[in-house]
């Protein structure tokens, strides 16, 4: 589960943080410096996330994944709070998804945001006291904090996922309003929801309202139907689907037979079913049966126009590769300080990872005779997510004087 164990942390975390925090100081957005009306920004992409570099009160640049689950900005990365000596903070505590409460958080207003040419002069944000996110590990990369509907809101924003480029318009020049397939989205709470139809086991095709959110890497979150727990597809595999901001998210992994979003349909695809207690039970949109990620929206070019409420897509290359699942049983997190090296957080058992006998705590030293510092950690989760009863040969330490090596072999298990 190396990229499982945190898909669904994007996906339910950032779709509900601010759901439970209280409106702070006055709202306002980005615009574009001197006369200035549209913009090319590239962008990195790692498991899934976008990340643009921001500047704070002139300092960074930082970084930031842009996320439609996220309603305002939040710094992620506490130490942050020191280096640019943040002033009027005011303590806030925030319902999470999982076993336990709350967690601390300091609202600061009066703050300068650039991104390119675009600006947001005395932006209200949010700093988390504790970085309970770990983006940075889970990214392979630094990762300073979250940014989604203020800069959304500001513009046209089109993302093209094949050149990692992101172009923002004040006006409506796009060549995708005319050839891309218009999908209307309803924001509610600072996030964009779309309707959706799931088909089912047995054939069942149900309605569906969607949360868009291009800050998971799970292509389908399925929360609940009918005020219950969303019903379980006949081959499912228990999961730990992630930490949330207060404790874990316990679940399922599984399929579901068919997704349809407008005129477009998809088949096989991996999905996630969460405990009702650990989310849907805490989620303040009542009519929201769960969420749409990456994988889904990395197959086209997107266009978000918030303030006409609407997504535009037109499909890619990419649009009909099979959607694929870690077989490794694994979770992975970087440490270091390049992030270039692979600790073990957790083993599922009865995976490909157990019965090889990996354990939590072990370090990957390489793959396929390739030392870890030379891949990504996108590359190695990617390998491990390739092909049903794959080898691959891996040199594991454990400890400071013990380790082995050996072949594993990939078990495709939904």
């Known amino acids: 589960m190396s990229s499982n164990f945190y898909k669904l942390f994007f996906n339910l975390l950032f779709a509900c943080i601010f759901a439970f925090i209280m409106p702070v100081f006055g709202q306002g957005e980005f615009v574009f410096s001197g006369k200035r009306k549209k913009e090319v920004l590239s962008f990195k992409k790692s498991r899934g996330l976008i990340i643009l570099p921001m500047y704070i009160n002139n300092k960074g640049p930082f970084n930031f994944v842009l996320d439609t689950g996220v309603g305002s900005v939040i710094i992620t990365n506490p130490s942050l709070k020191d280096s640019l000596n943040l002033q009027y903070l005011r303590k806030i505590e925030i319902n999470g998804l999982g076993e336990q409460e709350k967690i601390i958080a300091y609202s600061t207003p009066f703050l300068d945001l650039k991104i390119g040419n675009a600006m947001f002069k005395s932006a209200t944000v949010v700093v988390l006291a504790d970085d309970v996110f770990n983006l940075s590990g889970y990214a392979g990369l630094p990762i300073d904090g979250l940014i989604g509907h203020d800069f959304f809101n500001s513009f046209l924003v089109q993302v093209n996922y094949e050149s990692n480029v992101l172009k923002i318009s004040k006006k409506r020049t796009s060549k995708l309003l005319k050839k891309g397939t218009k999908i209307p989205i309803e924001i509610k709470e600072k996030k964009p929801y779309l309707n959706a139809t799931v088909k089912t086991d047995q054939g069942e095709k149900l309605p569906l309202n969607l949360l868009i959110d291009t800050g998971s890497g799970h292509p389908i979150v399925l929360e609940t139907y009918g005020n219950k727990s969303f019903p379980l597809p006949e081959k499912f595999v228990i999961a730990n689907l992630g930490v949330g901001l207060a404790g874990n998210i316990r679940g399922f992994n599984g399929r579901i037979k068919e997704l349809k979003l407008g005129k477009f349909s998809f088949d096989d695809i991996v999905a996630s079913f969460p405990y009702y207690e650990d989310v849907a039970s805490k989620v303040t949109n009542n009519s929201r049966n769960g969420s749409l990620g990456n994988p889904i929206f990395r197959r086209f070019n997107v266009l978000f126009d918030y303030e006409h409420k609407s997504i535009y897509l037109k499909r890619l290359a ?54 870890v510092n030379q891949l990504s950690l996108e590359e190695i989760i990617k390998m491990f997510s390739s092909k049903d009863d794959r080898t691959l040969f891996l040199e594991i330490s454990r400890g400071e004087n013990d380790g082995f090596a050996g072949v594993l072999t990939l078990k495709k298990r939904i």
Not at 320 to 338: H, I, Q, R
Not at 342 to 363: C, K, M, N, P
Request: without cysteine; proline residues 4%.
């Open 318 to 371: 990419n649009y009909k590769m099979p959607f694929e699942y870690d077989m490794s049983g694994m979770e992975l997190v970087a440490v270091g300080d390049n992030y270039d090296r692979y600790l073990v957080t957790r083993v599922e058992r009865q995976s490909a990872a157990d019965e090889f006998g990996i354990i939590a705590g072990d370090e990957i030293l390489s793959v396929n005779f390739k030392p």
